[in-house]
């Protein structure tokens, strides 16, 4: 066997290893809290967090390392990336926490994830 032959097989394992193989998948998201009110005159604002539920029956509050983005349905509100809303006029607003179903793809060099996305949703009533 030539070396080139042997060292592809093994960087090809290394690469699917590096990448997450074999670790539980992100299931659902809980966000936290599920419903909150708060002032669009004085731009009050709600922290919220997402609980990651995993195959393996575990959990753990998700952040931007996991791929963790934010959104929120309309102007009513805004939202930061650590999941800080403040409401900015009147209105019912949809709160949506989204992660890659493979956090483990989530790394900082420059590779997408290409998995499904997993979101969570709450509400947040702008007065």
Same mark, same amino acid.
């Given at each position: ?10 960087? +090809? ?6 990448? *997450?193989? *074999? ?22 604002? #709600?922290?919220? &967090? ?6 393996? *029956? ?32 009147? *209105?019912? #607003? &949809?709160? +949506? ?9 989530? #790394? ?20």
């Amino acid at each position: 066997m030539k070396p080139l032959q042997f060292i592809l097989p093994v960087c +090809t394992a290394l690469i699917l290893i590096g990448c *997450g193989a *074999g670790h539980p998948n992100l299931t659902s998201i809980t966000v936290s809290p599920s419903t909150a009110t708060a002032s669009s005159a004085t731009h009050a604002q #709600v922290g919220y &967090t997402a609980q990651g539920h995993f195959s393996d *029956g575990s959990s753990r509050e998700l952040s931007q390392v996991d791929g963790l983005s934010w959104k929120t349905s309309t102007n009513a509100a805004s939202i930061g990336s650590t999941g800080e809303a403040t409401c900015l006029s009147p *209105g019912t #607003v &949809t709160v +949506t926490a989204t992660a890659p179903e493979n956090l483990q793809l989530t #790394v900082n060099n420059g590779v997408t994830n290409t998995s499904p996305n997993v979101s969570g949703t709450a509400q947040l009533v702008c007065q």
